[in-house]
C-alpha cells in the first residue's frame, strides 16, 4: 500500500495526527513521504482526486462464503424471566 493509504488511515484513527495535519498539512505529509502529486490532490481537499490515486493499486479484501453449519456450542441467552408471582393489588378492601 501507498504512504497516502497509510496516512489517511492514521488521520482516521489517530486524533493526535489529525491535530498536526490541521495545524501544518505539509511538513505532515513531507514528513511520511508523499509525493507532490498526493500532497496536492490531499490539498485540493477532493476526494476524487484522492481516489485517483489509489485507481490502480489492488486492494485486498476478506470474503467469507458458504454455510459454516449449525452452531455446536448451545445458546447462551437465558429463557426470557417468568413473570412474579405478586397478586395484583386489592384497593377495594374495607
Known amino acids: 500500500m501507498s504512504k497516502l493509504f497509510y496516512l489517511l488511515t492514521d ?3 489517530d486524533t493526535n495526527k489529525q491535530s498536526i495535519f490541521i495545524n ?3 511538513s505532515l505529509m513531507d514528513e511520511v513521504g508523499l509525493s ?9 481537499k477532493e476526494s476524487t ?6 485507481a490502480d493499486e489492488l486492494v485486498q479484501l476478506a470474503i467469507t462464503s458458504g454455510d459454516p453449519g449449525p452452531d455446536p456450542l448451545p445458546d447462551p441467552d437465558p429463557f ?10 386489592d384497593f377495594n378492601h374495607s
Not at 507532490?36 to 485540493?44: F, I, L, R, V
Not at 417468568?82 to 395484583?88: M, V
Open 36 to 44: 507532490e502529486a498526493e500532497q496536492t490532490a490531499m490539498m485540493s
Open 49 to 54: 482526486k484522492i481516489a485517483a490515486l489509489f
Open 11 to 13: 488521520l482516521a484513527l
Open 80 to 89: 426470557p424471566p417468568s413473570p412474579p408471582d405478586d397478586p395484583k393489588p
Open 24 to 26: 501544518n498539512p505539509c
